[in-house]
């Protein structure tokens, strides 16, 4: 007759896959007797009129009914009033040799580029100056460039 293949080593490992089935059926079993009562219901959160999270559902008789059309999504876009057509502004840097510079505007401090074939006269740094927009491949850019 032959011999069991079960070694000690195999014995060894079905015991420990045993007794670890075991300890989490025993775990499983004790999370079930000690879960908190409510479930679900004990862990959804409400607002309450002022943006603070509670945990009391919220009073019916404080609803407010909103109008859908007072609701504004976007911003307004920018009409013709609002941007002024010719700007000022103070060169801030110019390279003659290379043709390009950059105008720094009085109001809002951005600068914008501006190559030679934007300009009505020449200019150099620290002309104060006259200046359009158009959008260019990587910004924008001042065009009708004029000394004041």
């Not at 079960?6 to 879960?35: C, I, M, Y």
Request: no cysteine; proline share 3%.
């Amino acid at each position: 007759m032959a011999q069991s293949q079960d070694t000690f080593n195999k014995k060894e490992k079905e015991k420990k896959r045993l007794k670890k089935r075991q300890d989490k059926q025993a775990k499983r079993e004790e999370r079930k007797a000690n879960a908190s009562e409510g479930g679900l219901d004990s862990m959804i959160a409400y607002v309450d009129e002022f943006g603070n999270l509670t945990d009391t559902p919220p009073d019916p008789t404080k609803k407010v009914k909103v109008n859908l059309d007072d609701i504004e999504i976007s911003v307004r876009k920018k009409t013709e009033e609002d941007v002024p057509a010719v700007r000022t502004g103070r060169v801030e840097f110019y390279n003659d040799a290379k043709g390009f510079g950059f105008i720094k505007e009085q109001d809002s401090q951005e600068k914008y580029f501006v190559h030679v074939s934007g300009l009505l006269q020449p200019i150099k740094e620290g002309d104060l100056v006259t200046f359009e927009l158009q959008r260019g491949t990587k910004g924008m850019n001042a065009f009708n460039v004029n000394k004041v």
